[in-house]
């Protein structure tokens, strides 16, 4: 007995050392700078790191170190958010600016170290100021750290990063959507991993062109960086598996057609097994009430080995833009593993229930500033957007982030009375109150919704009808969710409720709320600090889309935020 005791131990020691041994330190620099790049036959000036649109893709495994030193060596503030990386008590390398960290000024610098802990998977990095994140963006790739996946292993991992380029620098989209006192003009183009589409005037070497062997099954690391659109993705002839979202694993969902939302990522299988050939790969907005929109393709090329250089590629046949039947089949028939690696279960007792109203509406111009060009909305008012009639904007002055405000128990920066419910109860998704004026207008204000470490928060957001509404990805800091339901009209309590999935719904950080419509969320508020959680259609944030969550500390050190590193940057 004693000697298999011993074996046993031998083996925990052995099998833990070599879990430790193959954690490493992952580091990078990351030099922000302006960069020329030539597309449709014209040059342009564009923010990237070290000089790539997309930026450097980084690869870890679950378990590694991540150091990036980041040096701004461009003519803008900026700050990088690593987008659904946990960050598990190392908030203070989340990015947003002015949540966790004030911006990183030009010539300034600072690192970012954190752990890569309980997920793997397809992630991203992107600058979270102003609209920097249109080209400072890049993928953010968790290998198993076993390299077995539950599913066979293909025989390549290509990232695919849908985007769009603008005509102009990042400063003119800001400009442009400050006199609209909306969000930026329509984008010039949309992008595979930074290519334009051959449809476009002088782009024919300007394409993506992925080639693959018949008979190979490769995984697509998808993710969505464009600004303001949803996104369909297909391949002609081919059909995919999807086997992750935001870096959690699902069930297998076979499907014709990937559909992703703007800050969504996804793993995503796919078998070449048509005859030699072309087939184009094609990027397609989907977009609802929304007259003004980029109406181009991205349109890469997959070719087979053997394909004769002539061979003229299929198109795919492509939905209607404003397919929102297909989009929510997509949305919500993926489910999550059981048991995969890092599965989580749904937390059935919830501690606080929020009811969050998520919309468009108004900012009043005084008689101060009726002429200012930003007063061009309705009734001559400004362009916002609120939740629970609360639209979120950071004070003029401050002189530190919240979440040095809340390490440092300083009042003024921020208060703890972000609401739990709307302040009045209406019909949300009747368009008889898309422009009702006692309805439109919302306060702007600092607020955080005040959590106990460790409860479970269940959030079912309601979008509404205020100036006709839109689609809205939202983004949570710091944690994935669980997606328990998704529906149109107003949420029901006492039906809904009926449809939540508690055995395996899929985990997220970023859930699309469809116009007219609903998602329902829950979540353990187990990482203490100041987390950002927002609308990820950029024009929407500046507008005042977001809230924060203040999550206590927990009972002993180790489950408490960690003092500020030295070389945090100063507002």
Known sequence: MKLLLAFWLACAFSLLASSLASAVIVEHTFRIQNTTIKRFCKEQVIVTVNGLFPGPTINVREGDTVIVHVLNEGPYDITLHWHGVFQRFSIWADGPEYVTQCPI????????????????GTLWWHAHATYLRATVHGAFIIQPRSGQFPFPKPYKQVPIILGDLYNSNVEDITAEAQVSGGGPNASYAFTINGLTSDLLNCTEDETFKMKVKQGRTYMLRMINAALNNDLFFKIANHNFTVVAVDASYT?????????????QSADVLFTANQPN???????????????????????????????????????????????????????????SKVGAPHWVPVPLKVDEHMLITIGFSLEL???????????????????????????????????????????????????????????????????????NKSLLYAPKSTKAKKLNFNSTVEIVFQNTAFLEGQNHPMHLHGYDFHVLAQGFGNFNNDTDRAKFNLVNPQLRNTVGVPLGGWAVIRFQADNPGVWLMHCHMEDHVPWGLAMTFEVGNGPTPSTSVPPPPTDLPKC
């Open 251 to 263: 069930e297998r969902y076979d499907t014709d057609i990937i559909v992703i939302a703007p800050g």
């Open 365 to 435: 111009c005084d008689s101060k500033n009726a002429s200012n060009k930003t007063c061009a909305g309705e009734f001559g008012d400004r362009y916002s957007a609120s939740m629970n009639n609360e639209s979120f904007a950071i004070p003029a002055g401050i002189k530190m982030s919240m979440l040095e405000a809340f390490y440092n128990n300083v009042s003024g920066v921020y208060t703890t009375d972000f609401p739990d419910k709307p302040t009045l109860n209406f019909d949300f998704t009747n368009l008889d109150n898309a422009y």
């Open 105 to 120: 000024p030009p010539k300034g610098k600072y690192t970012h170290k954190f752990n890569v802990t309980q997920q793997e």
């Open 277 to 335: 050939g072309s087939y184009y790969m094609v990027a397609s907005p989907y977009v609802v009430n929304l007259p003004d929109f980029d109406t181009n393709i991205a349109r890469g090329t997959v070719i087979y080995d053997n394909a004769l250089p002539s061979s003229e590629p299929l198109m795919p046949i492509l939905p209607p833009f404003n397919d929102t039947d297909t989009a929510f089949k997509f949305y919500t028939n993926v489910t």
